[in-house]
């Protein structure tokens, strides 16, 4: 459900682990010898960088500070749109206009009492989200222990989602549907 969140972190991390990377590979360059020949002698303190930065301290630093907090701020940002996932619909729209609606509290309710009564079906937890004109399912089932789980996802595809698109005019709607399987078992009948 969160595809968009996913890509723009691979992104990110990959971004990240190439600039530490290269980072990395010049400080071992550079204490082989490769930059200059007395390079791996010299002491931290006769750094040209770190007189470079005492000579000019008076304004390195405070813009330092400031890059350092917009980059707190940026991923502060970041962190809160990844935890806060995709928008919840309110209003689903049937028609494509605002005439025409369905609220997505009571589909996500029908849809949920739906397969919480099929057999093998522990619980099940509904999530509409997306744009009202286009907007998409996310299912989670847990299963009971004993369910045959290919024909709770074939009754759950072909009866209660079918049901979903049918009442949205939606034949095309994209669903996610995320199977697992509880301890408990089901009533047994003999």
């Known amino acids: 459900m969160r595809g968009h969140a996913d890509r723009t972190n691979r992104t990110i991390m990959i ?23 007395g390079f791996p002698q010299r002491t931290l303190l006769e ?20 890059a350092a907090t917009l980059l707190g701020v940026l991923s502060l940002i970041w962190l809160i749109k990844i935890l806060r996932g995709p928008p919840k619909a309110h209003d689903i729209s049937i028609d494509g206009s605002a005439r025409t609606t369905v609220g997505a509290t009571a589909l996500r309710d029908a849809l949920t009492n739906e397969i919480q009564s099929y057999r093998g079906v522990d619980a099940a937890k509904v ?16 299963l009971t222990a004993d369910a045959r789980v290919a024909e709770v996802r074939n009754r759950i595809e072909q009866q209660a989602l079918a049901h979903a698109r049918e009442a949205l005019d939606a034949p095309q709607m994209p669903v996610t549907l995320d199977l697992g399987v509880s301890k408990k078992s089901g009533p047994r009948v003999e």
């Open 15 to 37: 971004v990240l682990g190439a600039i530490f990377a290269a980072i990395g590979g010049a400080i071992i360059a550079a204490n082989t010898g490769l930059f200059a020949s």
């Open 47 to 66: 750094n040209p960088a770190v007189s470079w930065i005492g000579g000019h301290s008076t304004w390195f630093w405070p813009i330092a500070a400031a």
């Open 127 to 142: 999530r509409v989200y997306g744009d009202p004109i286009q907007p998409r399912l996310g299912v989670k089932v847990n």
